[in-house]
C-alpha cells in the first residue's frame, strides 16, 4: 500500500531564508508524486508534480523539488521564501497508471517571520 | 482551470440528521473523489467513482455513500451524521495526466 509521511508537522522560517520540507513516500513502482499547498481557509492547489524524466522538477511561485527514488524522497525546496508562502503543504502519491486516488501525507505547516 | 463547484459551502446540521453534499464538474471528467480534511491527518479518500454508477470505497468509507448517476455529479451522503463527520470535504477530478483538481471545499459541523 501507498504512504506518505512529512516528518516536520510545523516549521518557521525567515522571510528571505531558504526552505526545505521533507516528504518520504512507500510505493512498490515508479510513484506519481506531487506537492500541493493551502492556504488558510482555502482549496488546495498544485505546486508541482513528478511523473517521469528530469528528477528535479520546477513549479508555480518559485517551488522546485527533488525526486531521489534511492532514498524514497520528493522534498520540495525554495530558495528564499516570502511572507505570501506561508500556508500547509501536502506531498502526495498516486499510481502510474494514472487516474487513481491519492495517497496525502499530513502536511506541512510552514509559518514565514520578519 | 477544471470547473468544479461544491455545494453548500457551509453547513451545520444534527447529530442523527441525514445530509447530501454536492459536487460539480463542467469538464465531463471520469474520475471523481471525495476526502475528507481533518487536522493532523491531511487528506483521507473517503469514496472514488470511475464512471457513472460506478463507485468505490476509500480509506474512511464508514458512515458515508456516493451516487453518481451523471457524469457532472457526484454526491456525498452521511445516512445520519455524526460528529466524527464534523470536517472539511473536498471533492476532486483526475484531469487527464492523473494530475487531481481541487474543488472549494464544504465546511460541515454536525453538533
Known amino acids: 500500500a501507498q504512504s506518505v509521511t512529512q516528518p516536520d508537522i510545523h516549521i518557521t522560517v525567515s522571510e528571505g531564508a531558504s526552505l526545505e520540507l521533507r516528504c518520504n513516500y512507500s510505493y512498490g513502482a515508479t510513484p506519481y508524486l506531487f506537492w500541493y499547498v493551502q492556504s488558510p481557509g482555502q482549496g488546495l492547489q498544485l505546486l508541482l508534480k513528478y511523473f517521469s524524466g528530469d528528477t528535479l522538477v520546477q513549479g508555480i511561485k518559485g517551488f522546485e523539488a527533488e525526486f531521489k527514488r534511492s532514498q524514497s524522497s520528493f522534498n520540495l525546496r525554495k530558495p528564499s521564501v516570502h511572507w505570501s508562502d506561508a500556508a500547509e503543504y501536502f506531498c502526495a502519491v498516486g499510481a502510474t497508471s494514472g487516474n487513481t486516488p491519492l495517497v496525502f501525507g499530513k502536511g506541512t505547516r510552514l509559518s514565514v517571520i520578519a | 482551470d477544471a470547473g468544479i463547484t461544491q455545494s453548500p459551502r457551509h453547513k451545520v446540521t444534527e447529530t442523527g440528521t441525514p445530509v447530501t453534499l454536492r459536487c460539480h464538474q463542467t469538464?465531463?471528467?471520469?474520475?471523481m473523489y471525495w476526502y475528507r480534511q481533518d487536522p493532523g491527518h491531511g487528506l483521507r479518500l473517503i469514496h472514488y467513482s470511475y464512471g457513472v454508477k460506478d463507485t468505490d470505497k476509500g480509506e474512511v468509507s464508514d458512515g458515508y455513500s456516493v451516487s453518481r448517476s451523471k457524469t457532472e455529479d457526484f454526491l456525498l451522503t452521511l445516512e445520519s451524521a455524526t460528529s466524527s463527520q464534523t470536517s472539511v470535504y473536498f471533492c476532486?477530478?483526475?484531469?487527464?495526466?492523473?494530475?487531481?483538481?481541487f474543488g472549494p471545499g464544504t465546511r460541515l459541523t454536525v453538533l
Open positions: 476532486a477530478i483526475s484531469l487527464y495526466d492523473g494530475e487531481q483538481f
Open positions: 469538464e465531463n471528467h471520469r474520475y
